[in-house]
């Protein structure tokens, strides 16, 4: 069985679909941190994203591997550096681009044959997996996105970064994920929808869990 959990960053979706996942006992692929991991290799190996046959080269060796909380790039743990700043800066330009999507998707195409798993990330009930069994849309407002990053981000810390930052960085990100031409994030039409604002992380879990 595939389950897929769409939605922009904040909306509790990682953690969720992690928790899913081991109270189901099925298997949970992070399809975020695939698009960090090949921004976190671009950058590690300088390459200019316009330089389209190195790109091409990179894409060509690149493998990725999660075994439970950790993710590997060619062997190489990458856990802690697919989530620095220097990554998300650039990370949305890297999942805009075709080449990258068309090489990626394969991956999770690969992942899904290990059994059930549960999918998380932006265009997995539309674009990868539109015959999943259940897609979810998880949604929350902006304000308290903003909140659960910024507590994120101290938690990893980022002592100086403030709430107005955040929330102009995630209206930004918005903008651009849900405009861009490829896989824009979109709510698949036979999604469930869930606004997680006023819902605590177990409360969407056992939401999600009825439905399953
Ligand atoms: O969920 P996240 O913030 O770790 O995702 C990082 C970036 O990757 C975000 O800008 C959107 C992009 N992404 C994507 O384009 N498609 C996915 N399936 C997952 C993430």
């Given at each position: 069985m595939i389950i897929t959990i769409d939605g922009p960053a904040g909306t509790g979706k990682s953690t969720v679909a992690k928790k899913l996942a081991e109270t189901?006992?099925?298997?949970?692929?992070?399809?975020?941190?695939?698009?960090?991991?090949?921004?976190?290799?671009?950058?590690?190996?300088?390459?200019?994203?316009t330089d389209r046959e190195k790109l091409e080269e990179i894409?060509?060796?690149?493998?990725?591997?999660?075994?439970?909380?950790?993710?590997?790039?060619?062997?190489?743990?990458?856990?802690?550096?697919?989530?620095?700043?220097?990554?998300?800066?650039?990370?949305?330009?890297?999942?805009?681009?075709?080449?990258v999507?068309?090489?990626?998707k394969p991956i999770q195409i690969e992942f899904s044959k290990k059994g059930s798993v549960v999918?998380?990330?932006?265009?997995?009930?539309?674009?990868?997996?539109?015959?999943?069994?259940?897609?979810?849309f998880l949604t929350a407002s902006p304000?308290?996105?903003?909140?659960?990053?910024?507590?994120?981000?101290?938690?990893?810390?980022?002592?100086s970064v403030t709430l107005e930052k955040v929330l102009e960085d995630i209206h930004e990100r918005d903008r651009f994920d849900s405009g861009r031409e490829i896989a824009p994030l979109k709510k698949p039409s036979d999604a469930i929808v869930i606004d997680t604002t006023h819902l605590s992380i177990e409360e969407v879990v056992n939401t999600l869990k009825k439905y399953v």
């Open positions: 189901l006992g099925f298997a949970y692929f992070d399809t975020g941190a695939l698009y960090r991991a090949i921004s976190w290799k671009i950058l590690q190996e300088k390459i200019s994203l894409l060509y060796q690149f493998s990725f591997c999660q075994e439970k909380d950790r993710y590997f790039v060619n062997g190489e743990d990458v856990t802690a550096v697919i989530r620095s700043q220097a990554v998300t800066e650039i990370v949305s330009e890297v999942s805009a681009m075709k080449v999507r068309d090489a990626l999918f998380e990330g932006r265009d997995l009930g539309t674009v990868v997996f539109p015959h999943a069994e259940i897609k979810f304000e308290v996105r903003a909140k659960r990053r910024l507590k994120e981000l101290r938690r990893l810390g980022a002592s």
